[in-house]
């Protein structure tokens, strides 16, 4: 029976595997163990093991190719999507078929520098050379993972530490871009709420937009976060001088995270 078949939420007790236990890998990590399910936690080096090991999760600075198992959970977490790609084609390589169930976790970069109006799953890839990366990354994704795979496209993702206002308050100084551009955020705990929620989930949608919305333009985000850090007024590039992107996560909410814990993209003003 596939996980398309079941009707019931799949336990976390099967192994997870995070391909990529970085800021939003180690988090999602964290929710699976807590959930009662064993972890094993890949990364590039020995930095955050301790933490990870604090957190119950088994680290590893090898390739999960050789220690994936058809009953597992894989999620894939790397940065950035070339390297992503990278490990798809590792997988690929081997012969391996997808586990149980597979996450990719992707970027609204998809959609181009010129996103906008009503944007959804199935909104076309932007025609600019990253965007159209991005595409050929996903594919190769669901080429592999089949029913099994699920991609969400994660919009900006912020915490404490990270995100465009800690980049402003360490830059004191911001990029000179169009004034109308969607600033599509995430926090980060909500973010691996819904990737948790996408690796157990009994059927869930192959393509998932994680952004929280209602979302602000990028005058009224930097003109805002000036004022909070007693910044000169941001400057700002022409207009794109189309309607601002919306992004319809109706699909999220009903699925996998039906109530944000940082609702209000003023939450990334605080950190």
């Not at 990590?29 to 990870?52: I, K, M, N, Y």
């Not at 050789?66 to 950035?80: E, R, V």
């Not at 009994?202 to 850090?229: D, G, H, M, N, W």
């Not at 109706?250 to 814990?261: G, I, K």
């Amino acid at each position: 029976m596939s996980l398309q078949d079941e009707t019931q939420p799949q336990s976390a007790s099967r192994r997870l595997i995070v391909w990529g236990a970085g800021e939003l890998g180690s988090r999602v990590a964290q929710l699976w163990q807590t959930h009662g399910g064993p972890v094993t936690g890949f990364t590039q080096s020995e930095r955050r093991h301790p933490d990870l090991i604090a957190a119950g999760i088994t680290p590893r600075t090898d390739s999960p190719v050789d220690f994936l198992q058809a009953d597992n959970a894989l999620l894939l977490s790397l940065p950035g999507h070339e390297t992503q790609a990278d490990a798809v084609k590792q997988l690929m390589a081997q012969g391996l078929a997808a586990p149980m169930r597979v996450v990719m976790v992707s970027t609204i970069g998809y959609f181009g520098p010129q996103a906008h109006g009503i944007i959804n799953g199935e909104t076309p890839p932007g025609s600019d050379p990253r965007s159209r990366s991005i595409a050929a990354a996903e594919q190769l994704f669901q080429q592999w993972a089949g029913p099994a795979g699920v991609i969400i496209r994660c919009g900006g993702l912020y915490s404490q530490a990270r995100g465009p206002m800690s980049a402003l308050r360490r830059r004191r100084t911001m990029k000179v871009r169009p004034p109308d551009k969607t600033l599509a955020l995430i926090h980060y705990d909500d973010a691996a709420t819904a990737i948790f929620e996408a690796l157990r989930h009994p059927s869930p949608e192959p393509i998932y937009l994680a952004v929280v919305s209602p979302c602000p333009t990028r005058k009224e985000f930097y003109t805002r976060a000036c004022q909070r850090l007693d910044l000169p007024a941001p400057q700002f590039d022409a207009p794109i001088g189309m309607p601002p992107a919306q992004y319809q996560v109706e699909r999220l909410h009903r699925d996998l995270l039906p109530v944000p814990a940082y609702p209000d993209w003023q939450a990334a003003l605080e950190v």
